[in-house]
């Protein structure tokens, strides 16, 4: 048939719409692969515009509703809430991710543990949180859970291999409420970035000393005063933005195993 190529009559051609009645078969080949060769070239702008949604539990401690009544005159479920929101804008800015609140849970802390490792496990046992669990037909992700617990010796804990991360509270003089930035501290861990250890470089990950002056005179560290990733964390969270949550229709889950805290 006249204007039909003959791929197109076989009905084997992969773009059988389009008309190549005198076109030899060496041009209809390179005319496929130069527009394969297009479409894969526009993939990687495609998914880098792609915001990835994550969706947390969030759990809080008795000590965490405490503190958020008497410092902040928040209940404990509104405070984590702003804190998430705080810490979202920084990685929906600079990486396209979003976090979405589906759950909350209340656990009663044990007040004896002094081990980071038997606090996280407490809490993910006691809230019933798996990586990947259904709460009202919402897939959930990964675990965010506050405390203001003074026992375990840490601001934060992360394990990568669960989706969990454990935040403590944390006001400081000079500096002031800084769990937002314990929060993105201990999410960026969950995409891969490292703890840093070194003086002058203002990074979210940084847990070298950082003077604060007149009138406290004393270190904190750097990650409680910046926002900021540098440029080797932001290229390992930008490369490994896909590991929680969905875009689009595409699915994500935890990749190796990782444990930090700082």
Not at 216 to 238: F, G, M, R
Request: with cysteine.
């Amino acid at each position: 048939m006249e204007g039909v190529s003959e791929m197109g009559k076989k009905g084997k051609s992969p773009f059988s719409f389009v008309s190549l009645p005198h076109f030899p078969r060496m041009r209809r080949i390179i005319i496929f692969l130069l527009t394969f060769l297009f479409i894969v070239s526009l993939t990687p702008s495609v998914l880098a515009s792609s915001t990835y949604t994550v969706n947390l539990m969030v759990a809080y401690d008795e000590e965490f509703s405490s503190i958020a009544w008497s410092r902040y005159a928040y209940s404990a479920q509104d405070l984590a809430t702003i804190i998430i929101w705080d810490t979202e804008a920084y990685f929906s800015s600079s990486f396209n991710i979003e976090f979405k609140i589906v759950a909350y849970r209340s656990w009663d802390s044990n007040d004896a543990v002094t081990n980071r490792d038997l606090m996280l496990d407490e809490v993910v046992s006691e809230v019933g949180f798996t990586s990947g669990m259904y709460v009202n037909y919402m897939r959930v992700d990964v675990l965010v859970a506050f405390s203001d617990q003074e026992t375990i010796g840490v601001y934060g804990y992360s394990d990568k291999s669960l989706g969990v991360v454990l935040v403590m509270e944390t006001y400081l003089a000079g500096v002031g409420q800084a769990t937002d930035n314990v929060l993105q501290h201990e999410l960026s861990h969950l995409y891969g970035a490292p703890d840093h250890y070194e003086n002058g470089l203002m990074c979210v990950m940084n847990a070298y000393p950082y003077w604060i002056d007149f009138p406290y005179y004393y270190y904190v560290p750097t990650a409680l005063v910046t926002n900021n990733w540098d440029v080797d964390c932001q290229s390992t969270i930008s490369f490994n933005r896909g590991v929680w949550g969905r875009a689009q229709s595409l699915g994500g889950g935890g990749w190796h195993f990782w444990m930090e805290a700082w």
